[in-house]
């Protein structure tokens, strides 16, 4: 195979990788037409808190179906983080801590994207599920 050749591949395999993480991230489901425009703008700054504080929006605006489904798309992401925080703690002494605190480091800042992929939509007037966090729905 020439290097030309080998270029092209290369080219190509990285295309299909980004293509995969596109993918993976805007194939969510958009509900956004079941929400009115009046509970969105209504309720815009408890369904951005839904992504900071998830619990709190939730029994406040209990009438919001625009809050709801947002705080419990916070919800479900604080739980995943939860999780991962305690796998990342028990495999702690095994990995070594420095490994260990760049993994938690690194879940960290992938929750805290998330959380503003949230927010974005939320000042979009979307309700667009979480990538990633979609896949693993605790709270419905």
Known sequence: MSEGEEKEKTGEEKERVEDKIKNAINDTADTS???TEEDKEKNKTMAILSYILPFIPFFVEKESKWV???STQGMNLLVIAI???VI???LRPILGWT???LLSSLCSLGVLALAIIGIVNV???KAKELPIVNKFKIFK
């Open 33 to 35: 037409s079941e929400y």
């Open 68 to 70: 709801k489904y947002h």
């Open 83 to 85: 999780v991962l925080e």
């Open 88 to 90: 990342i703690s028990i």
């Open 99 to 101: 490994l260990g605190s």
């Open 123 to 125: 000042c979009n007037g």
